[in-house]
């Protein structure tokens, strides 16, 4: 197959199946030449996918890629206020939460791409670590001890590993007349359910840009405003394939009463 026929079979194909297979790697992709995601269009900016490597990896495979290769070209993505994401990475990638508009938290969580009953573990981190706050030089391990991520830059050096998810009930508990929410939790589990991974799963997450205290002597934890300004990130590198979900939180006491985006970036 390697006539202009058979390659526009190919690319025929392509544009068939590009929307849902490109989608599965946050990207969709028009039949002309624009490029777009939830939140960017580039124009001028042109990905070709060659018949010959489509030809090697089968198509699928290579649309795959295709979609993984646009998507790190992006400058970042933003994930909209109350909302929440999931996409992968691979071992030995890096990849950066970022704060675009100030003392905006997400919540981020990690599984093994393999098998995600594998997931980021806050106990199994503290044991370790012996510390309850992380920065640059840190490792989170997983549920079975195995490193999940590195900490490799911080610009806040301030985040939380204490508090689980906002959810409905954290609503409906702690905040009177509140709407009826998902909060991240249930946000995470939406984006994370194409993998399997059920909400009663999602574990505590690492709670970027949040600041909490805890008193030394009573133990109370008190969540204070995010030290974090435009533009700050917090940048990890993989030490497995894994599935990350992060959410822009819902939880007005942790954004400083208001409600904003969060970025990430693959590099």
Known sequence: MNNKDSEWEVYRYMEDT?????????VVVSKGSWFMTNVTEMRGVSFRL????????????AVERFGRAIRSYLEDVQIAPRTGTEFRVSKGQRFSAIDPKGASVGDLVAFSASDPR???????SFDYATKIFFSVGDKLYSNRSNVMLSIVKDTVG??????????KDTFRLMYENAPELP???GNL???LAKFGIQEDSIPTPSNVFMN???DGNTGVLEIKPSLSKAGDHTDLIAEMDLIIGLTACSAPKTNDGSFKPIKYKLH
């Open 183 to 185: 909060g991240c939790q």
């Open 212 to 214: 909490v205290t805890v």
């Open 118 to 124: 594998e997931a980021l573990s806050n106990g199994r």
């Open 158 to 167: 301030k985040h939380d590993f204490l508090y689980t998810p906002c959810s």
């Open 18 to 26: 590009i929307f849902s297979k490109a989608q599965e790697n946050g």
């Open 50 to 61: 060659t018949f010959a490597a489509a030809q090697e990896e089968g198509i699928a495979g």
């Open 189 to 191: 589990a939406y984006a």
